[in-house]
């Protein structure tokens, strides 16, 4: 079975933008829908966005025109680009399976949006 490990997550200032990289090993990616997913502080796990294996991506209201996904199925990675950040937005992100996280969770990435 393989492995998904994220990265990109930092510390911004709100309004600020951040690039996080999702990356698999394995034949567990480029035939799946794959999604972003994120956990606050004391929140439940919630679905951000979720990309096709063509590409075509959905959002969830709550980032909806302020993020936008990407996907090289060569390359078994997936990128979430995270413009004007708010606080809200402070999680750690991680990517799986979409709609159902089937994979073992990756460490995630942590993503800190404070003045």
């Known amino acids: 079975q393989g492995q998904l490990v994220e990265s990109g997550g930092g510390r911004v200032q709100p309004g600020g933008s951040l690039r996080l990289t999702c990356a698999a090993t394995?034949?567990?990616?480029?035939?799946?829908?794959m999604g972003w997913y994120r956990q606050a502080p004391g929140k439940q796990r919630e679905l951000v966005a979720s990309?096709?294996?063509?590409?075509?991506?959905n959002f969830a209201a709550f980032v909806r025109g302020r993020f936008t996904s990407s996907r090289v199925n060569a390359e078994n990675t997936m990128s979430l680009q995270m413009n004007n950040l708010g606080i809200s937005d402070t999680a750690t992100y991680y990517c799986?399976?979409?709609?159902?996280?089937?994979?073992?969770w990756g460490p995630g990435t942590q993503v800190i949006v404070s003045s």
């Open positions: 990309v096709t294996p063509r590409g075509i991506a």
């Open positions: 394995g034949n567990i990616f480029s035939e799946y829908i």
């Open positions: 799986n399976r979409s709609p159902v996280p089937t994979l073992p």
